[in-house]
């Protein structure tokens, strides 16, 4: 059966209920431009979704040479044809007309259009010249978590053994280094411990500071999927906003923003008093239980509910949740990753797990979620602050194993100090040292912290600034080189989802006037400026998407995210297949973990571990006594207050995120006309006591000002928990109708602008969500609303305070009920 849904209205689309280890049901979600009937497409071209990191698979319609829809791919095990808001109507941005066509080079203080050799040479000559008078500390290269793994490798081997600097990250580093850091704590080693599937065979889902409805809009759909169905799963949700999730939760839990770790250890502690360790699995592969047990032995509910002003009954109930549940599957995102203790308070639910010994079965395990729909690949390819395929910069055995890959000498690649994360980078551009730095898929001029502070450093006269991008972006404005971009369905390459998921994505259509892949540009870099091994030949041996991915198999076989077993016909054919893929594992690993902790051991490690309040780098003697038999590591944490907390003049906490309907910087997503009439402008959320307060309604102009800046938006009154404020941080300054909003150096609406210069001490993640700040009233509404959507998070408390969110006629999505198929056997519970 065929329904036609709003999916702008209904985001999540009709309802497909299933039972406890049953298999998810399958059903096709497309949307073709209005105008296009099915049996126009001429071609289906395989793709899956870079707005998310849920790696929900697609296929892309072509009619006429040119994009004209999407439909979900009906066999994968990521979504089973399911399809979000932003993977239906998203595309659309590619065909925009403001797309960059031709290279810009800075002439006279404007970027005049230039031809590729003109542009490249510019970026060569200016890359000799330094590495001649500076050396290679002079060059940063900062990218993005939304290229294809073949894009990231090249600039890894490029940056690390050709350029030979330390300075290379990805906007990972915002986005889930947190995720990376906790893995390597608690396991040794990054890599996803779960799977998707877990959904499936959970009992218990706990969410920590993840907003899974709007930012992983499939797996929610599995989810209330699951809680229509038979032996429901109970949610747990700490989240300080009335989400969707919260909403669903059977228990709820609002903290103080920044008090993640003060919750946890309570929560810990009230699974420890009442008996519900799990002894055999805690002796057999773990170490440092005795430390935690201790450590939280005072963490007491009624003593974390002082510190997170959230009842103690409620950690007592979520703590039953937790502590009975026979499978539980536990999420990580933002509220935990750029909140204050973020990898401290991401390594306590890997304890949460490790205590209670649920991992490695169907609906026992821990996502620590990736963001960005390529962030794992970034990571795993070396193009964030860690080598190649989980190497440990701190062991000589795998730089030489990595140098020999490379056919280069060890000491070519840089591994004396720790590779230098971006927050780092952009000090050092700041300080002078570095003069080049090269910003590939990211839009850091409204995604950074402080943008004055960000402006200005881009600006400065001595940095040579190169951008590749799609658009002329905030970012691309300051540069001096503007590389135009191809991307998704107008290029090849593979992308890793959360779960590990590998997907391959193929060129659909042209790109638009000279752009070129990402991957091109860097080959040509790497030509342009002669790399060699060290016996003389070119360092870069491949020349196109495929022989990529055949160089990147060789660097990852033997490591723990093996490629081995993978080719691009494979990811032609099942769709969608989970690493390690090799000899031993020829279909894919769903989970790690299933037999024991594998890559904790001193000589495999990716890292010895770091001290959780001061970042410090553990060496290997350390590590070898602390866990000479590679267990997992139980890694206690003290709650500690966050840095800035509300005084008189700024009494709000503040904190950022995101909304269903936009992606980011909305590069893409204002140029969806569904998606960005859902939320076409920024908007401030505060409870209702705390509006009634200061005598403030829906729609007011108001200011949230820090002390770092301030963003004028117009008020929505929501649950949210009172004493916080929320900003949305998808609005640049930018408009994409071409002129500036409220103008030049103090946009106003970019919520960037009220965040702070700080990260985690060990992951080096920005603090994103929390902030005090100031809120007052700039003009009344008189009767306007705020352009925010009532579907989410956002929703305003007093039902029809504002007229609900829809799309109308453009917004239809089919929805296609489809008889269980594939590949698929049903695991045993
Ligand atoms: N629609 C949409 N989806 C996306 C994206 C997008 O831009 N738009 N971006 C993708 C990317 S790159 C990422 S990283 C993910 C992010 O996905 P999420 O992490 O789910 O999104 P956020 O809105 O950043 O933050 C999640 C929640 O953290 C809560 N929070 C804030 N501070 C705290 C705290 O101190 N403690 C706790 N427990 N919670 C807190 C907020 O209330 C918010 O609801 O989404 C991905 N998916
Ligand atoms: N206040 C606040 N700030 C935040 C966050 C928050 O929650 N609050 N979240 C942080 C997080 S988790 C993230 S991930 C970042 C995201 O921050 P950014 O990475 O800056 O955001 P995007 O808008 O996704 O920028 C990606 C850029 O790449 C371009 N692009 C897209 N596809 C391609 C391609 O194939 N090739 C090339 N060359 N370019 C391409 C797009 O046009 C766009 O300009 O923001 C971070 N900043
Ligand atoms: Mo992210």
Not at 30 to 51: K, N, Y
Not at 606 to 615: A, I, Q
Not at 663 to 682: E, G, M
């Amino acid at each position: 059966m065929d329904a036609s849904v709003d999916r702008i209205a209904e985001p999540w689309g009709s309802r497909t209920p299933y039972d406890r280890h049953g298999t998810w049901p399958a059903r096709v979600d497309t949307h073709l431009e209005a105008g296009v009937a099915p049996d126009q497409v001429e071609r289906w071209v395989r793709a899956a979704s870079i707005l998310h990191s849920d790696g929900d698979a697609m296929d892309i319609a072509v009619v006429d040479g040119r994009m004209a829809g999407v439909r979900g791919r009906v066999d994968d095990r990521v979504n089973r044809g399911r399809l979000g808001p932003k993977d239906a109507f998203g595309w659309q941005a590619n065909a925009s007309r403001d797309r960059l066509t031709r290279p810009l080079v800075r002439e006279g203080g404007s970027l005049v259009e230039c031809d590729w050799d003109t542009a490249m040479e510019r970026v060569t000559a200016r890359s000799r010249e330094l590495l001649t008078e500076r050396g290679p500390g002079s060059i940063g290269f900062y990218t993005s978590g939304q290229l294809y793994l073949e894009e990231y490798y090249t600039l890894a081997v490029l940056a690390r053994a050709g350029i030979g600097t330390s300075h290379l990250d990805g906007n990972t580093r915002l986005c889930t280094a947190t995720a990376g850091e906790a893995l390597k704590e608690s396991f040794g080693c990054d890599g996803q411990p779960g799977s998707y599937d877990d959904i499936d065979h959970a009992d218990v889902i706990a969410l920590f500071g993840h907003n899974i409805a709007e930012t992983q809009p499939v797996q929610w759909m599995r989810i209330l999927d699951r809680l229509e169905g038979g032996d429901p799963p109970r949610l747990v949700c700490v989240d300080p906003r009335p989400t969707r999730v919260a909403r669903r939760a059977a228990v709820h839990l609002a903290p103080r923003v920044g008090t993640n770790v003060a919750l946890l250890n309570a929560l810990l502690h009230e699974i420890i008093r009442a008996g519900r360790v799990d002894h055999d699995y805690v002796r057999t592969h773990t170490v440092g239980f005795e430390e935690l047990a201790s450590r939280v032995e005072q963490c007491t509910p009624e003593w974390a509910a002082r510190i997170c002003d959230v009842p103690a009954a409620s950690i007592r109930a979520a703590a039953e949740l937790l502590g009975a549940a026979d499978r539980l599957l536990s999420t990580v995102l933002q509220g935990v990753y750029q909140s204050h203790q973020a990898t401290a308070a991401a390594v306590q639910i890997n304890n949460l797990h490790l205590v209670r010994g649920m991992l490695g079965r169907p609906g026992a395990g821990v996502l620590q979620m990736n963001g960005q729909p390529t962030a794992q690949n970034t990571r795993e390819c070396g193009a964030d602050g860690d080598l190649p395929g989980f190497r440990n910069w701190q062991n000589d055995d795998h730089v030489a194993d990595l140098a020999r890959v490379w056919n280069v000498d060890p000491a070519t690649i840089p591994h004396h100090t720790p590779p230098t994360h971006a927050m780092q980078m952009f000090r050092y551009a700041e300080q002078g040292s570095i003069r080049m730095l090269w910003i590939s898929g990211t839009n850091p001029a409204v995604s950074l912290p402080e943008l004055s502070r960000i402006r200005s450093i881009l600006r400065r006269k001595g940095l040579f600034v190169v951008v590749q991008d799609l658009f002329l972006t905030e970012t691309a404005r300051l540069a001096d080189v503007v590389l135009p971009a191809a991307t998704w369905g107008e290029k090849t390459g593979t992308a890793t989802n959360a779960d590990r998921t590998v997907h391959l994505s193929e060129k659909a259509v042209e790109p638009p006037g000279e752009a070129r892949p990402d991957l091109d540009v860097f080959l040509d870099y790497a030509a342009r400026m002669d790399f060699r091994d060290k016996d003389g030949g070119p360092l870069i041996t491949w020349h196109d998407p495929e022989s990529a991915f055949e160089a990147w198999k060789r660097c990852s076989s033997g490591r723990p995210c093996d490629y081995t077993g993978l080719t691009y016909d494979r990811l032609r054919g099942a769709s969608g297949v989970q690493w390690p893929c090799n000899a031993q594992a020829p279909d894919g690993t769903p989970r790690l973990y299933a037999d024991g902790i594998t890559w904790a051991h001193p000589d495999l490690c990716e890292s010895y571990g770091k001290d959780l309040v001061t970042g410090a780098t553990d060496d290997v003697v350390e590590y070898r006594s602390l866990n000479p038999d590679g267990k997992a590591v139980i890694r206690a944490a003290d709650y500690l207050p966050p840095h800035e907390a509300p005084d008189e003049d700024h009494p709000f906490q503040l904190t950022t995120g995101r909304t269903l309907y936009h992606f980011h910087t909305r590069t893409k997503t204002a140029r969806a006309p569904q998606l960005n009439a859902a939320a076409p402008d920024v908007w401030v959320e505060a409870a209702s006591s705390d509006a009634a307060a200061l005598g403030l309604h829906e729609g007011d102009l108001v200011e949230v000002g820090t002390r770092r800046g301030a963003v004028r938006g117009r008020l929505r009154v929501t649950d949210i928990r009172p004493g916080l404020l929320f900003l949305p941080f998808h609005y640049g300054y930018w408009d994409t109708e071409g002129g500036h909003g409220p103008g030049g150096d103090t946009p106003g609406r970019a919520a960037n602008e009220t965040t702070v210069t700080d990260w985690d001490p060990a992951s080096k993640q920005p603090l994103f969500k929390t902030a005090a700040a100031a809120l007052r009233l700039v003009e009344r509404g008189d009767g306007r609303v705020a352009p925010a959507p009532t579907t989410t998070a956002s929703a305003p408390s007093r039902t029809g305070a504002a007229p609900a969110t829809v799309g109308g006629p453009t917004a239809l999505v089919t929805e296609t009920d489809a008889p269980p198929r594939g590949r698929r056997t049903q695991e045993a519970p």
